[in-house]
């Protein structure tokens, strides 16, 4: 067996087996197992800029809450049906992407670190003013009958967790064949060594921009995704907290690596949720696992068995 | 009450949290500066001192007097204490590399807020004043005789805020000779001009990075102590320092100790006048926008020489 039908074997091996749970999993995990499909897809979508290309952004909660509002604000106020207004999500999310790309790369490591937070804690706040629209921290319900996608009922758990996996499907996908590509490859050598690739003729700054924006695109697609599956847009899907998720998601299960992002958060959602069922303080295990991450572990999950077994993961 | 009477009122405020601010914000720039990492957490070593404040005072009791001096000593040294330990347990461990100083100060953010959460619990308690007069402030009007001084009602101070912004005064003049007539101050400029170097000439570099980052983290501690008998003592009251701070720091250029203090000062100020006029959401969003594009478009701070 080559390599390269051990990457598609493995990955679609994986997709099958999340098809299959459907079928298998206890009412209470199988909505679980949606939630983790469609946070998956953000944390693929933020695994682009910070895995391949090397740029670590905390404001990814903006991209995520553009799609979410741009789903949802349509919905409630301008009366679009699910398919217009999915695309509504994905459209907010690609321009605001490009417009803080186009401002933050301008500036490297900590300055970008720093300006992605400001502008998405900006975002943060505006939906707060906004709250007349908004209905600011305590949010808003899309109502079950507003949630018919071509007639079918994305209120029902068959339907969800069918909508989350094709959400996944797609991304993991596309991630694949991206960090496959030409274009993916010349992502890891900024991310290696950006003077070089410099030097070789690309151009560094349009190849950075392209994967902000397909990050950004792929992080609003879950938000909108998540805004209709489960009905709810709040301001708190726009917090630093959600700009800090898809980090942890994806320093633990392994940044750079394309199946990283779902076990990281397949493992920090049944963390936190085991948890939170002891202490209301379960934003702690998260902080834990940050640091012990950082110290021990920079590779995360994936990355340790890439580093150790398997060598050809992509 | 009058325009005039209303602006001196909210610069008087304006100015009690420009005073804290300069505390925290001279902390976390002098991380930054001499360490070259960003402490995310610096605001939970805020929450940290005042929680701590209330603790001491809790315990103790009697006149606030006794309770809150206590604090003022116990709160910094036993903050700075954690901060040199997370140094030497984490960053010192992960070779002070930035990236990954970030992503460990967010877990130690996490971490501090959320054990606070577990212990302290998720009230809000003040901790009392040690003095508390009411001081009306007059003020004038050119009327029918003439210049005339009358105090208009509502506009009034108390002299612990007064007493705040000297305390925070002195305490930066102390600071500011600590770091440019002292030895320890001499040893820390070495090692932020040039940390090789500093080595090289048997500067002891990661036990002065432990000591800087213990005294950011004791300044906050500090500014938080004279806070809380103003503003109570809270879990999540580490989140708006930081992000002043950060304001701060950006603005005045990162590492330069003068810059910082008249950022705090135009940044604490003009907080309190536009939140008096405007909405306080409307203040943060344009505050952090500038935050933003001061780093996208001038890098070095609007005061400082050095990019980030």
């Known amino acids: 067996m080559t390599n390269g039908q051990r990457i598609i074997g493995l990955h679609l091996g994986l997709l099958v087996v999340l098809f299959a749970l459907q079928f298998l999993l206890p009412a209470y995990h199988h909505g679980n197992m949606a939630r983790i499909m469609v ?27 553009a799609g979410m509002y741009g789903l949802s604000l349509t919905i409630q106020h301008a009366g679009f049906t699910p398919a217009p207004a999915l695309l509504a999500g994905v459209i907010a999310g690609i321009m605001v992407s490009a417009g803080l790309a186009f401002l933050a790369l301008r500036t490297t490591g900590v300055a970008f670190m720093i300006v992605t937070l400001m502008f998405a804690q900006a975002g943060y706040l505006t939906i707060l003013y906004f709250a007349e629209y908004t209905r600011g921290d305590e949010g808003f319900v899309i109502q079950a009958g507003q949630r018919l996608l071509w007639g079918i009922d994305l209120s029902d758990p068959t339907n969800r967790y069918f909508a989350a996996f094709t959400l996944f499907a797609l991304c993991l996908l596309a991630s694949l064949a991206l960090v496959r590509s030409p ?17 070789l003729g690309y151009n560094t700054f349009a190849h950075k921009l392209a994967a902000m924006v397909i990050s950004g695109t792929l992080s609003a697609a879950a938000g909108a995704t998540y805004g209709l599956l489960f009905g709810y847009a709040g301001a708190s899907f726009a917090s630093v907290q959600y700009s800090i998720f898809p980090l942890l998601w994806v320093l633990l299960g392994g940044a750079g690596t394309v199946l990283g992002p779902f076990i990281g958060t397949l493992f920090m959602f049944y963390l936190i949720d085991l948890s939170s069922g002891i202490t209301t303080a379960y934003m702690l295990i998260a902080g834990v696992t940050l640091v012990l991450l950082t110290l021990f572990a920079p590779q995360g999950l994936i990355g340790e068995l890439r580093r150790r077994v398997w060598r050809w993961l992509p | 009450m009058e325009l005039g009477p209303y602006i001196l009122l909210a610069s008087l405020e304006g100015a009690v949290s420009a005073a804290v601010l300069a505390l925290t914000a001279v902390g976390l720039s002098l991380v930054f500066g001499v360490m070259r990492v960003v402490n995310i957490a610096h605001g939970e070593f805020f929450m940290l001192g005042a929680v701590i404040a209330w603790f001491v005072a809790q315990s103790l009791g009697g006149h606030p007097a006794i309770g809150f001096t206590a604090a003022l000593i116990v709160a910094p040294l036993l903050v700075g204490a954690i901060a040199v330990v997370a140094d030497l347990a984490i960053l010192k461990r992960i070779a002070y590399d930035p990236e990954r100083t970030i992503v460990a100060t967010i877990g130690l953010l996490y971490i501090i807020q959320q054990v606070t959460l577990m212990t302290y619990g998720p009230e809000a308690r003040p901790v009392e004043a040690p003095f508390n007069q009411r001081i009306a402030l007059p003020w004038f009007e050119f009327g029918d005789n003439g210049l005339e001084f009358y105090y208009p009602w509502g506009l009034s101070t108390t002299s612990y805020k007064l007493a705040v912004i000297a305390a925070a005064a002195t305490v930066l003049a102390g600071v500011w000779l600590l770091m440019t007539r002292s030895r320890a101050g001499l040893l820390m400029r070495a090692t932020q001009a040039d940390r090789d170097m500093a080595l090289a000439f048997g500067i002891p570099v990661e036990r002065v990075y432990a000591l800087v980052f213990g005294f950011g983290a004791a300044l906050a501690a500090l500014g938080a102590v004279l806070v809380v008998p103003i503003q109570q ?7 708006d320092p930081l992000l002043l701070s950060f304001i701060v720091v950006i603005i005045g250029g990162l590492g330069s100790l003068p810059g910082t203090l008249v950022a705090a000062i135009l940044i604490g100020l003009s907080d ?10 409307l203040a943060k969003i344009l505050a952090t926008l500038l935050v933003g594009l001061v780093l996208v478009f001038r890098p070095q701070g609007l005061f400082g020489t050095r990019a980030a």
């Not at chain 1, 946070?39 to 809450?65: E, V």
């Not at chain 1, 274009?183 to 030097?199: D, K, P, S, W, Y």
């Not at chain 2, 003592?233 to 989140?239: D, E, K, N």
């Not at chain 2, 309190?272 to 959401?281: A, C, D, E, L, R």
């Open chain 1, 39 to 65: 946070l998956a897809s953000y944390a693929i979508g933020y695994n682009i800029l910070f895995g391949y290309t090397g740029l670590l952004s905390l404001g990814h909660a903006l991209f995520f809450a």
């Open chain 1, 183 to 199: 274009f993916g490859r010349t992502l890891v050598a900024i991310r290696e060594n950006e003077e070089r690739v410099t030097m």
């Open chain 2, 233 to 239: 003592a809270h879990y999540l009251m580490g989140a």
């Open chain 2, 272 to 281: 309190g006048i536009i939140s008096v006029f405007f909405s306080p959401t």
